[in-house]
């Protein structure tokens, strides 16, 4: 097992590596010129050309390349050139408030998505499991910035129940801080239930037929100890591991949200990066979410692994 | 159940359900410059803000244009989105992944690893990174959804060509000495066909969904062009005052969105029957 988890990290930061690698091909690329953005529209050519030299941007790419790689591990991230600060606290502070929305929005979604999973796959074929398939074929449907809409238009328009947007720090209080936060989870929650639940669904569903749960009937065994105690513990194999991946899916996900309710995260981060053309920035954002996509990717492999004894004793015994 | 009795048994109510839908709003799409009751992009200061209406059906917008005319050409651009975009995305997705099957060893294991790359970052923000480079336009964010999902598509046409592969036709025309690019596109793809366009049909959502995300975050359609997440990205200050402009290309995507998923869905089940049966089971 350690070894495996040794070589998916090799190999994560292998993908990393090239992902720095295209992220820094396409933003050299960018139609800015650093040595305008420092001095100005109107700097005369020679000073342009002195503070190219300066920077090195006159170099080959490979040069400025491994330059910027070097200086990223030794942990300095570059000068953001919109807010002259380092970007290594912008990026850290923006990366916590994304954290604390998607972490809130995840619970919520492997909460209530198993819930409506299994509560439709007892009601096979019932009414209620057509009310929670419609209802999970919605949230696919509709996109994020849709729901947000309409988030906002019933609860901070109508109801008035909720800031339309914003960001309150903890310090201002805990309700002052938790109310902005409500409209954003709601919106992710309801985007990203329904893979989990229509997944839940038809593992229960396919668990609930196998002969061994027909067996904890027969021994007479109460249908809640069946449900929770037998079938839903393999129904669940498959669930965990599409919540780790939604997780990742989550980091996207809060692009569009963090844009549209004005919460001060990563996503917004990068978007604001690239509309202000500040490179740095958008560097280590991007590289940020590909480090916590990528693990998202492996703790959902490790976990169908460790959750799977079929697959956990396979290995070892190999 | 044989292919051939398939063919005939009547179409699942999804299948159904999704043709009806899909089939509706494209003719409403082909049909949008005759049937719009009026101009799309005339500026009317006197028909601002309106709600829905016997003259204006779905209201008018901050400009005074009508906003339901505003949402048949739309419909359009979401169409064209969807289709361009997955267009692309197989286009070069499925010979890389023929390639990578059929080769295998260090071209799988190049291509597959350079796939990884592109997967490991969030689809939104590859587009929004590939976007950055060049000022904004349509085509250009079709293109790029069309580059965002090309691992995922060259990953199934790898898979179904691995599958493939060993068949004893493919032995065949290998014996027959026939060239790698024969097999590929003349005895593999034709083969392959079946479950790349369920999933091609599932990816024209996908790209409808992100490219109207990407223009809704102002990196594609621009103004004064009635793509559906331009719309709704310029109707978010207005939401207080004229909600409808926001909500009726936004129920539009859904409901596109919402047709196309269930015809893709319809289609895999009649052509994966193993499937169906779980399914039902």
Known sequence: MAAYIARRLVLIALVLVAVSILVFAITTLLPA???????????PPDQVQALEHKLGLTDPVWQQYLRWAG???????????????????????????????????????????IALGVIAALRHGRPLDHTVSIATYLGIAVPEF??????IVVFAVWLGWLPASGYEPFSAGFSAWAKPLIAPTLTLVFGHLAHVSRLTRSSMIEVMQSPYVMAARAKGLPERVVVLHHALRNALLPAITVLALDFGRLMGGIVVVETIFAYPGLGRLVVFSIQNRDIPTLQAAILLVAAIYACANLVADLLYAFLNPKIRFGRDAA | MPPEAAARAPLSPQLQAGLIIVGVIVLLGILAPWIAPHPWDTISMRTRFLPPNATYWLGTDEYGRDVLSRLLIGTRLSLAMGLGATAISLAIGVPIGLAAGYFR?????????????????PPIMLGLLFLAVTPPALWKTALAVGLVYI??????????????????FIQAARARAEGASYILFREILPNAWPPLIVEASLRVSYAILLGSALSFLGLGAQPPSSDWGLMIAEARSFLDRAPWIALAPGFAMCLLVIGINLLGDGARERLDPRLKSRIAA
């Open chain 1, 33 to 43: 010129n650093v040595a305008y953005l420092i001095l100005g529209p109107f700097a």
């Open chain 1, 71 to 113: 200086a990223f591990l030794r942990g300095d991230l570059g000068e953001s050139t919109l807010m002259n600060r380092p970007v290594a606290p912008l990026v850290m502070e923006a990366l916590g408030h994304s954290l604390v929305l998607a972490g809130t929005a995840f619970a919520l979604i492997a909460v209530i998505g």
């Open chain 1, 146 to 151: 849709f729901w947000a809409i309409v988030v």
């Open chain 2, 105 to 121: 060893g260090w071209v799988d294991e190049a291509l597959m690893r350079a796939a990884d790359v592109l997967m490991a970052v």
């Open chain 2, 151 to 168: 691992p995922q598509i060259a990953r199934l046409a790898r898979s179904v060509t691995l599958s493939l592969a060993n068949e004893e």
